[in-house]
């Protein structure tokens, strides 16, 4: 059922769409629409009304292309595959990437991702131009540590696609200005944490006022398992949240500033100031993009029925899983993975056959469209918090953290290894990838975090491959005049 604040927030969302999902073509300015703002009278004009639009138009687009990113990586990971008999690259291409590096896998997830950047940028120009008889100077830093809160996002996003390749940074540039260059991956973390820690300035500066513009359902605690973010005060939890997770990612890149010990003990800084609890029945709790049947809204099609013939778990989900006491498999392959109702092999891989679907973005045992998604949530931050614990040789903390996962998600016996750091890094990603499973692509992130892509199938054993990046389109290297320095190397 869709809330009274979900209507307004798509109400708001559609009467924007043009505005900011048009302002990364220069052809836009080339219209004039005079029943709605457009993207020039946003920053010669601002109004509160404008920018309260514009602010929703963010949320907006930054739920963009989350669903091709968790299918996408899932499958580079081997976590699902897409065995749409309709669009065959979508399930050759993880396992054949080098071979279709020009295909549309291989350039996804990269120019949403820009353009929810462009249109944040667009928001702070309005911000900033808009009198404070409008918008006072507390919601003006409010807003700010929203709207740099979202782009940080939107670039860890790009990053964890990307990695070794690198990405631009500094896009806030004229349109005729020259494409923006690439900075390596540390830079990007950099830049990354820069703006997270900037958010949070802001987000104190505004003390106990009330953001000025609606908070989508996903994030104001309306929304299934989703907290209340929705006061600047308790934004700052999610935006801490975020931080420790980008200090984690920049810390096993391997730089961190020449420090890596710092990104560490700065994760676990964050996590203390985060929403992160000790109770199991919060671990499902955090920041959701949600989804809706609602006009002018779109669905969570990773919700597939159990007849549906797109999305399959991959087999090793179910072969890898440890077992409870008594013989079943982990609880968290049972609370996600069925039977399929139809299954479905397309000719290329038979080694990939499609019979076990995915319920995670199921409402009581049935498909549904309005589901929400995990941006992130209390399970992944307790994981977090032990694998920064193992880094730092904390190891006894580690393996509480470890064991609380175990036990209440996976219904596993406590550990009972090596207590180790090398033994609890093995832990950790095993709990990890069953945790978030088909969340966010994260077997195969963290496979490549720690130098493990070859523990991933290729499937089939020959001519398949892991790839290690995503490659960055084409056309975004060719234009620096780079066009092979953007491309990947596979092993």
């Not at 969302?13 to 703002?37: E, I, M, R």
């Not at 700052?236 to 200090?247: F, P």
């Not at 984690?248 to 994760?267: D, E, F, I, S």
Request: charged share 15%; hydrophobic share 40%.
């Amino acid at each position: 059922m869709t809330t009274t604040l979900q209507k307004r927030w798509l109400a708001a969302g559609a009467a924007l769409g043009t505005l900011l999902l048009g302002a990364a073509c220069s052809s836009f300015f080339d219209v004039k629409n005079t029943n709605q703002p457009n993207l020039e009278d946003l920053i010669t004009n601002p109004t509160r009304t404008k920018l309260a639009a514009a602010a929703t138009g963010l949320f907006a687009s930054a739920r963009t292309d989350i669903q091709g990113h968790i299918w996408r990586l899932g499958s580079l990971g081997r976590e699902g595959i897409n065995l749409s008999g309709n669009n065959q690259p979508d399930y050759q291409e993880p396992y054949f990437l080098p071979a279709l590096i020009g295909s549309g896998f291989g350039g996804a997830l990269w120019g949403n991702r820009y353009a929810a950047i462009r249109n944040t940028n667009i928001y702070l120009t309005g911000l900033a131009r808009v009198g404070t008889g409008e918008v006072s100077v507390a919601e003006k830093a409010a807003s700010r540590g929203m709207a740099n809160t979202m782009k940080a996002l939107a670039l860890m996003y790009v990053i964890v696609t990307r990695d070794s390749l690198g990405a631009p940074v500094n896009v806030d540039i004229p349109i005729t200005a020259p494409p923006a260059p690439f900075v390596p991956k540390d830079s990007v973390y950099g830049h990354i944490i820069g703006l997270l820690d900037s958010a949070q300035v802001d987000l104190v500066t505004a003390g106990g006022t009330a953001f000025p513009f609606p908070i989508p359902p996903g994030f104001s605690g309306l929304a299934p398992n989703a907290l209340d973010f929705g006061t600047p005060a308790k934004f700052i939890q999610l935006n801490r949240a975020l931080a420790a997770k980008a200090e984690v990612l920049r810390a096993t890149a391997g730089t961190c500033g020449g420090t890596p010990a710092n990104c560490w003990n700065k994760a676990l800084t964050a996590l203390g100031a985060s929403f992160i609890s000790d109770n199991p029945a919060a671990y499902r709790q955090g920041a959701y993009f949600d989804f809706s049947n609602a006009a002018g809204d779109v669905t969570n099609g990773l919700s597939e029925p159990l007849n549906g013939v797109t999305f399959y778990a991959h087999p090793s989900d179910s072969v890898d899983a440890q077992l409870q006491l008594g013989g079943n498999p982990d609880q968290r392959v049972i609370d996600k993975i069925v039977a399929a109702q139809d299954t479905q092999v397309l000719g290329g891989i038979p080694e990939v056959p499609g019979e076990q679907k995915f319920t995670l973005y199921f409402t009581a045992g049935q498909a549904d469209p309005a589901r929400p998604i995990p941006i992130i949530r209390n399970e992944e931050l307790i994981l977090l918090r032990a694998e920064a614990n193992i880094a730092l040789a904390n190891l006894a903390t580690a393996v509480a953290d470890l064991d609380s996962v175990r036990i209440h998600s996976g219904g596993l016996p406590p550990y009972a290894g090596l207590v180790s750091q090398a033994a609890l890094v093995n832990e950790l990603l095993y709990n990890r990838r069953y945790s978030l499973l088909w969340e966010q692509g994260t077997r195969w992130i963290d496979a490549r975090r720690y130098s493990r892509l070859n523990t991933i199938p290729k499937s089939p054993p020959t001519g398949g491959d892991v790839a290690p990046v995503m490659p960055v389109p084409d056309a975004e290297c060719a234009a620096r005049g780079k066009p092979t320095s953007c491309t990947p190397l596979f092993p």
